[in-house]
C-alpha cells in the first residue's frame, strides 16, 4: 500500500494549492481518506476528511476555504486549499482508512507554506 502525496509548496496569504493523495494497493473506492496536518511543534490534527461514498468533513479553522474531493477513476484523493493564510504552514499528510476516521495507511506528508 502506498500514498503518495503532493502538490505542497510556498504561496502567498490569500493564495491556494491543490494537494494530491494518490492511492496504490488498496481498494481505493471502499476506503475513507482523511487530510491531516502537523505544524512545528504541534501535534498532528484533522484538517478533515472524504466517505467512500463521498460525504465530507471538514473542522472549523478550514471550513468554506477547504474543499476534499476524490476521483475513484484515478484512485486519487484532493485538497484544494484556498484562502491560505500563514496559520496553516504545516506538513500536510494524507491517510486511509476502511471506517471514517480510520488511519491504517499513511502517507509520506508534502509541506505548504504560507507567507504573509
Known amino acids: 500500500v502506498q500514498l503518495q502525496a503532493s502538490g505542497g509548496g510556498l504561496v502567498q496569504a490569500g493564495g491556494s494549492l491543490r494537494l494530491s493523495c494518490a492511492a496504490s494497493?488498496?481498494?481505493?473506492?471502499?476506503?475513507?481518506f482523511g487530510w491531516y496536518r502537523q505544524a512545528p511543534g504541534k501535534q498532528r490534527g484533522l484538517v478533515g476528511s472524504?466517505?467512500?461514498?463521498?460525504?465530507?468533513y471538514y473542522v472549523g479553522s478550514v471550513k468554506g476555504r477547504f474543499t476534499i474531493s476524490r476521483d475513484n477513476a484515478r484512485n486519487t484523493v484532493y485538497l484544494q486549499t484556498n484562502s491560505l493564510k500563514p496559520e496553516d504552514t504545516a506538513v500536510y499528510y494524507c491517510a486511509a482508512g476502511t471506517v471514517i476516521g480510520g488511519t491504517d495507511y499513511w502517507g509520506q506528508g508534502t509541506q505548504v507554506t504560507v507567507s504573509s
Open positions: 472524504i466517505a467512500s461514498g463521498g460525504s465530507t
Open positions: 494497493g488498496i481498494n481505493f473506492s471502499l476506503h475513507t
